[in-house]
């Protein structure tokens, strides 16, 4: 129990709508409309006009697909014109659900480029991902099983500390250790 703030207000607070975007794991995008509907009818909800949408899907590389049926759209595409439904706001927190998963290598690295660029424009990110090799482009890593937190660290430390190379093998390393403890 307890409360939850995002950016210092209660968690769901309507202040919050235009300072929060969120692509959840499946694309949140409407298949019967097309690339930029979709993102004008998201920039609409946050009170943005349609030179933010367009601005939005030249930042996911949409552009020459915006009157596309997102129902046509690849795998990757959709995710891209998801992402920039989330973006259109331009939020200073970015909550992403496993952002990569299901694509191909390329446009994984694409996104993670878009993503530390946003990073770097002041955009906080919060990922979650069962990727452990994604978790190499975080400064901050929140370990979590079965609900619980187990590790609060970088992936540096996490090497460091386990003594172990891969993000993986440290995460289950760290996995091993906590359940040893919970046995007694």
Same mark, same amino acid.
Do not use: K, M, Q
């Given at each position: 129990s307890g409360t939850v703030t995002v950016l210092g207000r209660p968690a769901?607070?309507?202040?919050?709508?235009? &300072?929060?975007? +969120?692509m959840p794991q499946d694309p949140t995008i409407y =298949? $019967?409309?097309? *690339?930029? $509907? =979709?993102? &004008?009818?998201? @920039?609409?909800? +946050?009170?943005f006009d349609n030179?933010?949408? !367009? @601005? @939005? *899907?030249?930042?996911?590389?949409? %552009?020459d697909h915006r009157t596309a049926f997102c129902g046509n759209l690849s795998g990757g595409q959709r995710t891209r014109a998801s992402l920039a #439904? @989330?973006?259109v706001c331009r939020p200073e927190l970015l909550v992403l659900d496993e952002p990569t998963v299901?694509? $191909?290598?390329?446009?994984?690295v694409d996104l993670w480029e878009q993503f530390t660029e946003l990073a770097r424009g002041g955009t906080t990110l919060l990922v979650s991902s069962h990727v452990m090799d994604e978790a190499d482009h975080c400064g901050d890593l929140l370990l979590m099983r079965e609900g619980h937190l187990v590790a609060h660290t970088t992936p540096t430390r996490l090497r460091e !500390? %386990?003594? #172990?190379?891969s993000l993986e093998d440290a995460f289950l390393s760290i996995i091993k250790r906590s359940t040893r403890l919970q046995a007694g």
């Open positions: 769901g607070s309507p202040a919050l709508r235009r &300072r929060v975007g +969120y =298949n $019967d409309l097309r *690339i930029v $509907d =979709n993102v &004008r009818y998201f @920039a609409s909800l +946050y009170g030179c933010a949408a !367009d @601005a @939005a *899907i030249e930042r996911v590389g949409l %552009t #439904c @989330a973006l299901g694509l $191909d290598p390329v446009l994984r !500390d %386990t003594g #172990c190379p």
